[in-house]
């Protein structure tokens, strides 16, 4: 006697492979063994690498170097997210829908690229743990919406969903850009012309607001932010790739649960991040030292730190107070490019290398303010010091050296500071910070 469960695996195994041969076309069937099928008439043709089958009127060198960027896509997201690839993941990119014959695209794929994006149509039959999926992408040639697209097709194949929109959407747009070797932003210059002139959205907006996949290029520039900046961010990463690991399968998990504690800081972290996006900028070698305990003096005894040319702002141990002068003396040499000129911390003529600070106190910032290599600063506020080496956000990665800084109080002085620009630093600072709803 057969027992039922045989007899429901055979039933899921004949629906697939009735999903498999709506999905792929007789005439694609017999053609996906070869490399690569004679286009006829500049239409569509094959091509086919050891995880995708790629229908497409891209040019043949076009087609083949999307195929490379394909497969290495796959290959750094399966690692991340450790799970092989399972099946050949089908896809149908168009250069110029004219050049396909009628009937040839999904009707809802052909939509989807009339309007100048892409959609990947899935079907998973699940019961119990277990599952079987097949993912077909529909997608433009054009930007990184075909390996967007992908991102969806792995993901639903590898684990019967994509996640909730906000994480599935973002680690898609991440995997357009990925890079195993260079964590810095590689995004499409429009991206960080949006997000640095925009008003941002907070954390609660982007996790827990209605969300619709495919809504709008801008809302997936959020995601993807924060998706990068979670993934990156040293203070961050280790709790975020087990959370979406979680998410993908369907674990009782969320963001509240995982960094609910974290909130305020990691919205610091991320308004910082929008602040000085760039193309190239490093969101590890900016990330927040939360753990340093600041000092405040009680004689005139020094308080050192040692300041790394190519890190965002860091702890100099030392809490100042508003209107009181400090000493500062810092030695050693540094470089704002790989083969630059050593530098010590005044810097060039221009400023570059220059040692400047910040005033961190309640999650606001002061603006920066000049500190140099010896001599007397007032302190334009009450907070936290930390220091850095003047240079564009973007540019810190090929920076080398550091800085040995002693500090110190020279003592109270009424009255008003030494500096205009200091107390005009004070006055100016973040607004608070995005938080997270609880």
């Given at each position: ?9 055979i ?57 490379r ?28 829908v ?26 998973v ?35 019967g ?27 499409e ?5 949006y ?96 753990k ?82 010896s ?19 973007h ?44």
């Amino acid at each position: 006697m057969i027992s039922r469960r045989l007899v429901d695996r055979i039933a899921c195994f004949c629906v697939l492979a009735l999903i498999l041969s709506w999905s792929v076309p007789a005439s694609a069937q017999k053609k996906a063994a070869t490399k690569k099928t004679t286009r006829s008439a500049g239409g569509p043709a094959n091509y086919s690498s050891k995880n995708f089958l790629l229908h497409t009127d891209l040019p043949a060198d076009e087609a083949k170097e999307l195929l490379r960027k394909l497969e290495r896509m796959l290959s750094l997201i399966s690692r991340y997210w450790a799970r092989s690839n399972g099946k050949v993941i089908e896809m149908y990119v168009v250069d110029d829908v004219n050049s396909w014959p009628p009937g040839t695209l999904d009707p809802r794929g052909l939509q989807s690229i009339r309007s100048g994006g892409g959609i990947t149509r899935s079907t998973v039959l699940s019961r119990g743990n277990s599952f079987i999926a097949k993912a077909t992408v529909f997608a433009v040639a054009r930007r990184g919406t075909p390996l967007h697209e992908a991102v969806h097709a792995y993901c639903a194949q590898s684990f019967g969903t994509t996640g909730p929109i906000w994480y599935g959407e973002g680690m898609a747009e991440m995997g357009c850009n990925w890079n195993e070797k260079d964590p810095s932003v590689h995004c499409e210059s429009h991206i960080v012309r949006y997000i640095r002139g925009s008003d941002p959205k907070s954390l609660n907006e982007i996790i827990n607001s209605p969300q619709t996949t495919g809504d709008s290029w801008q809302n997936y520039a959020w995601r993807w932010a924060l998706c990068h900046l979670l993934a990156n961010n040293p203070n961050y990463s280790q709790r975020f790739r087990p959370l979406g690991l979680g998410l993908l399968t369907k674990k009782n998990v969320s963001f509240e649960q995982v960094y609910g504690s974290m909130a305020q800081e990691i919205s610091f972290e991320y308004r910082f991040f929008l602040k000085h996006i760039e193309r190239g900028y490093r969101v590890d070698l900016c990330s927040w030292d939360w753990k340093t305990r600041y000092l405040k003096p009680r004689s005139k005894r020094a308080l050192s730190a040692k300041i790394k040319a190519n890190l965002g702002w860091q702890p100099s141990r030392l809490f100042v107070k508003k209107g009181e002068d400090y000493q500062v003396s810092a030695s050693g040499t540094w470089r704002t490019s790989k083969d630059g000129k050593k530098l010590n911390a005044n810097g060039d003529e221009t400023g570059r290398g220059r040692l400047v600070g910040i005033l961190f106190n309640d999650f606001q910032l002061s603006e920066p303010f000049d500190v140099g290599a010896s001599g007397t600063f007032t302190s334009p506020g009450d907070g936290n010091l930390l220091l850095r080496c003047k240079d564009e956000w973007h540019e810190m990665a090929d920076n080398d050296g550091k800085i040995s800084v002693r500090l110190k109080r020279a003592g109270t002085r009424p009255g008003l500071p030494k500096s205009k620009d200091l107390e005009d630093a004070a006055e100016k600072s973040f607004d608070p910070p995005l938080g997270l709803k609880r």
